[in-house]
């Protein structure tokens, strides 16, 4: 999962324009500046192209921080593999 977290930092970093940002498995949109809702929308469609996956909406919607999104793209990327 560092590996993901890793990658997933990247994109958020990029798309933020914040090269200092670090997450973490508890990180949420409240304790990052500029991850609004606009944001968060490119943020998500950034990390599907990255990963080369595709999450549906209501996935989405559940995700409570970025651990949340970490272990479903981990599913997603191992659902792929087999």
């Given at each position: 999962?560092?590996?993901?977290?890793?990658?997933?930092?990247?994109?958020?970093?990029?798309?933020?324009?914040?090269?200092?940002?670090?997450?973490?498995?508890?990180?949420?949109?409240?304790?990052?500046?500029?991850?609004?809702?606009?944001?968060?929308?490119?943020?998500?469609?950034?990390?599907?192209?990255?990963?080369?996956i595709k999450f549906a909406l209501k996935e989405v919607i559940k995700f409570k921080n970025v651990g949340d999104?970490?272990?479903?793209?981990?599913?997603?990327?191992?659902?792929?593999?087999?």
């Amino acid at each position: 999962m560092e590996k993901l977290l890793s990658e997933v930092t990247e994109v958020y970093r990029r798309v933020l324009k914040d090269p200092n940002l670090v997450l973490s498995p508890d990180s949420t949109a409240d304790d990052v500046d500029g991850w609004d809702s606009l944001n968060h929308t490119i943020l998500m469609a950034e990390v599907q192209k990255h990963f080369q996956i595709k999450f549906a909406l209501k996935e989405v919607i559940k995700f409570k921080n970025v651990g949340d999104m970490l272990e479903l793209i981990h599913q997603k990327i191992s659902n792929r593999q087999q």
